[in-house]
């Protein structure tokens, strides 16, 4: 995604200088995640079949070690600054994979990997999908993919590195860089969420992966991430990273920010590259931020004095629309007003919402001067534009009889990129309800 305005001219000139430069296979990214309406940045470099990633601190929380991914040595290299210390990680290649469509035709060659007798530990099975919707796009210069995957992973009983079924869908957009491919399959991480949940070296899990789909990833431009944790009722959580990339550009980078620094000694262990957090700074930044993506969850036991209104996922195209679901129920939850996201009406009575709300992007135009220029190249990225023109309708209904309570209608131009401006209109058509209910 980019922060730069455009012409049409500045367009061509920057996809020919992409053209130009790509035999220079050295890139520069900025990118950005977002978790539980929280961003932290990324800095990214990449040479040849090597990737530096510097990531930023996030709510109190450190900043994590600076990695190296080294696929001509099929190694991680992990590394503190701070503490000058270094950890060295291979690429795992005990990770047993059965691809789903092979089976028939051709029975599996994979071995299960040898443990030590006195090893503890059990398996941990992976179903992998991968689908390529076809659709492409060109995204700073390069042919993007659209592609989905879905990933479960569930433990054995006598599982160590994990305990809990885990769900992974992942919505994105990728592309493939010259010459960096790491086609070593890496280890599955910790899965606890604990953190003094330290690994046991004497308990080792076996890693079996089933794979299905013929599409394939790349390299990550535009990624939302769902993860949905747990599998006994209420013990589920859920929760959505969203990475954007900010900046894209080629540049002569230094050999040595992809090898390990002078003077730095090797580490006992990894964990010995972690730094304590402020727990207090973290609850602080958390307060100040609002935790915008969090699922706030509301029983079906109602708050006397309080209304309660269920908030349907906008209509609309081009749009995060399960992002700006929770921006708009979180925008609307004030004073004696609480919203919760609802999917369905049984959901909502079930809820004892007393009404229900709905929004549709009737229409979305891009409103910066380039606009219309934009609209007319194919395949560009429309979060390029700085401004859109906006028309959304917003209808909150009775839940007990089907009733319009109330239907405010908006027509204007909100600045941002798509989905920020999104975000502001409907944060006007929040206030308008909250303003009609009180």
């Not at 001509?72 to 060295?88: G, P, S």
């Not at 992942?170 to 960096?180: E, N, S, V």
């Not at 299905?212 to 747990?230: D, R």
């Not at 007319?376 to 979060?383: R, V």
Request: net charge positive; with cysteine; aromatic share 6%.
């Amino acid at each position: 995604m980019k922060k730069h305005l455009f012409i049409f001219t500045a367009i061509v000139i920057m996809s020919f200088s992409f053209v130009a430069t790509a035999h220079a296979q050295q890139y520069k990214l900025r990118q950005t995640t977002s978790v539980m309406g929280m961003k932290t940045e990324s800095t990214i470099y990449v040479k040849g079949m090597r990737k530096r990633t510097e990531t930023g601190s996030m709510m109190g929380m450190p900043a994590p070690p600076i990695t190296i991914e080294q696929c001509d040595l099929q190694r991680t290299i992990k590394i503190n600054d701070k503490k000058k210390l270094y950890f060295i990680e291979p690429f795992s290649k005990e990770t047993e994979e059965v691809i789903d469509e092979d089976i028939k035709a051709v029975p599996s060659k994979s071995k299960p990997v040898a443990t030590k007798p006195s090893q503890k530990g059990g398996t941990i099975t992976m179903w992998y999908n991968i689908t390529d919707t076809g659709e492409r796009k060109k995204m700073y210069g390069f042919n993007a993919r659209h592609v989905w995957t879905s990933q479960k992973m569930k433990p054995s009983p006598d599982a160590c590195s994990m305990k809990d079924s885990i769900i992974i869908k992942t919505d994105g957009w990728y592309i493939d860089l010259p010459q960096f491919n790491c086609p070593i399959r890496y280890r599955p991480g910790k899965m606890s969420m604990d953190p003094n949940d330290r690994p046991k070296p004497e308990c080792q899990d076996r890693f079996v992966t089933r794979r299905s789909g013929k599409g394939k990833l790349g390299f990550a431009l535009i990624e939302t991430t769902t993860i949905i944790m747990g599998g006994k009722g209420a013990q589920v959580s859920e929760f959505q990273t969203n990475l954007e990339t900010l900046e894209f550009s080629a540049a002569k980078l230094d050999s040595m920010l992809f090898e390990i620094p002078p003077g730095y000694k090797l580490a006992a262990s990894e964990d010995e590259l972690q730094e304590k957090f402020d727990m207090g700074e973290m609850m602080r930044q958390a307060k100040n931020e609002g935790l915008g993506q969090v699922k706030t969850v509301i029983t079906e036991e109602k708050t006397s004095g309080k209304i309660r209104i269920g908030v349907y996922e906008p209509k609309g195209e081009g749009l995060q629309l399960s992002e700006l679901q929770q921006h708009l129920t979180n925008s609307i939850s004030v004073g004696n007003i609480e919203a919760v996201t609802v999917s369905s009406e049984e959901q909502a009575k079930k809820l004892n919402c007393d009404y229900t709300l709905t929004s549709d992007f009737i229409k979305i135009k891009q409103g910066s001067k380039v606009g219309g220029l934009l609209k007319a190249i194919k395949n560009t990225d429309p979060n390029a534009a700085s401004s859109f023109n906006m028309d959304i309708s917003l209808t909150l209904t009775n839940l007990s009889d089907g009733s319009l309570k109330m239907q405010p209608k908006l027509s204007g131009k909100y600045e941002g990129k798509i989905d920020e401006a999104a975000k502001k209109a409907l944060d006007e058509g929040s206030r308008q309800i909250v303003k009609g209910l009180n």
